[in-house]
């Protein structure tokens, strides 16, 4: 990501030391992501933690972050552990709220190594989150809903190389149709594999739940398909494999496999957007990695392909 907002020292120390840790020695800027200014912090200890500065999301969203993660763990859901300190919101860098963490273990995956063994686990992990958090008492909405992403698609350049693609996303978002009464609850929004950690084979942690939000259950399955599933092309193997890995903790309604590929379709929509506003039209010499909106056309083409039974259809292997 772009590291929007710079870290002083002075500040590092004074957020690490309100968390009853010692001062700060070193920081160092993470360029993954999309969303936030993170940062590894070396401590005068020798320990290595985890900063993050939090650029859209003020005091309430920060408290609904930490309430998601305290409830997760106390599901045994494999997360990060927040250092804890002052309450959200009263620590700020530039005037933005900040969290400190310790480190999970763990390494992500390239793609190369994402195996069918792999999306099982990951399916499943999400369907434990899904069927862990049906009782959190808190609710947020999507900061990604339609009516923000119709914001972010505002402020696209209808020129260039961006005119048609701008005219595909309306045209796209126009042609979803998602029953309004799907099964909803807590979900993670951005299980890319960026945010899961692997020792060996076993997952370790998953990561980054700011996006987190009270939404459609299967949208979030839809996410995680196309985050894992896509090398050069569709991969049906590995979309079956953390298919069945979520069925068998949860088993999906007809409706909502009825509704995966519009689902797929929203997901790849709503990622094309927010991959154009933040990494196309970044500003130059912003630190970070590069995310190309094409890859989710991509995405697009292949979920487009197929109707909506014989998406699933195929997805289950029966197609």
């Known amino acids: 990501m772009a590291v929007l907002t710079e870290l002083p020292t002075a500040d590092a120390t004074r957020v690490a030391e309100a968390h009853g840790l010692p001062a700060v020695t070193e920081i160092h800027p993470i360029a993954a992501g999309s969303v936030n200014s993170n940062f590894f912090l070396d401590?005068?200890?020798?320990?290595?933690?985890?900063?993050?500065?939090?650029?859209?999301?003020?005091?309430?969203?920060?408290?609904?972050?930490?309430?998601?993660?305290?409830?997760?763990?106390?599901?045994?859901?494999?997360?990060?552990?927040?250092?804890e300190g002052p309450p959200p919101g009263a620590l700020r860098v530039a005037g933005k709220p900040v969290a400190l963490f310790e480190l999970a273990g763990g390494e992500?995956?390239?793609?190369?190594?994402?195996?069918?063994?792999?999306?099982?686990?990951?399916g499943g992990l999400l369907a434990r989150v899904h069927l862990a958090c049906a009782d959190l008492g808190w609710r947020r909405t999507s900061r990604f809903d339609r009516r923000s992403l119709a914001?972010?698609?505002?402020?696209?350049?209808?020129?260039?190389?961006?005119?048609?693609?701008?005219n595909r996303l309306e045209a796209g978002f126009a042609m979803i149709d998602v029953p309004p009464d799907l099964p909803r609850g807590l979900t993670h929004g951005d299980l890319f594999r960026d945010n899961v950690l692997w020792e060996g084979d076993t997952l370790s942690a998953a990561i980054d739940w700011e996006s987190a939000a009270w939404d459609t259950l299967a949208y979030d399955l839809?996410?995680?398909?196309?985050?894992?599933?896509?090398?050069?092309?569709?991969?049906?193997?590995?979309?079956?494999?953390?298919?069945?890995?979520?069925?068998?903790?949860?088993?999906?309604?007809?409706?909502?496999?009825?509704?995966?590929?519009?689902?797929?379709?929203?997901?790849?929509?709503?990622?094309?957007?927010?991959?154009?506003?933040?990494?196309?039209?970044?500003?130059?010499?912003?630190?970070?990695?590069?995310?190309?909106?094409?890859?989710?056309?991509?995405?697009?083409?292949?979920?487009?392909?197929?109707?909506?039974?014989?998406?699933?259809?195929?997805?289950?292997?029966?197609?």
């Open 43 to 83: 401590l005068a200890d020798g320990r290595r933690v985890f900063l993050r500065i939090y650029e859209e999301q003020d005091t309430d969203g920060v408290a609904f972050e930490w309430a998601t993660l305290r409830h997760l763990a106390e599901h045994d859901v494999p997360i990060p552990k927040r250092i």
């Open 222 to 319: 839809a996410v995680a398909i196309l985050a894992w599933c896509v090398g050069d092309d569709f991969d049906w193997s590995l979309a079956r494999a953390m298919l069945a890995g979520y069925e068998a903790e949860r088993p999906l309604s007809d409706a909502e496999a009825r509704s995966l590929r519009d689902l797929c379709c929203a997901a790849a929509l709503r990622f094309t957007v927010t991959r154009i506003t933040d990494f196309h039209l970044r500003a130059e010499g912003a630190v970070g990695v590069h995310k190309d909106y094409r890859r989710m056309l991509l995405r697009l083409d292949r979920v487009e392909a197929l109707a909506p039974e014989a998406f699933v259809a195929t997805l289950r292997g029966s197609g």
């Open 151 to 166: 914001k972010r698609m505002g402020r696209i350049p209808r020129r260039g190389e961006l005119a048609p693609v701008c």
């Open 108 to 122: 992500m995956s390239c793609q190369k190594a994402v195996t069918e063994a792999r999306c099982t686990a990951v």
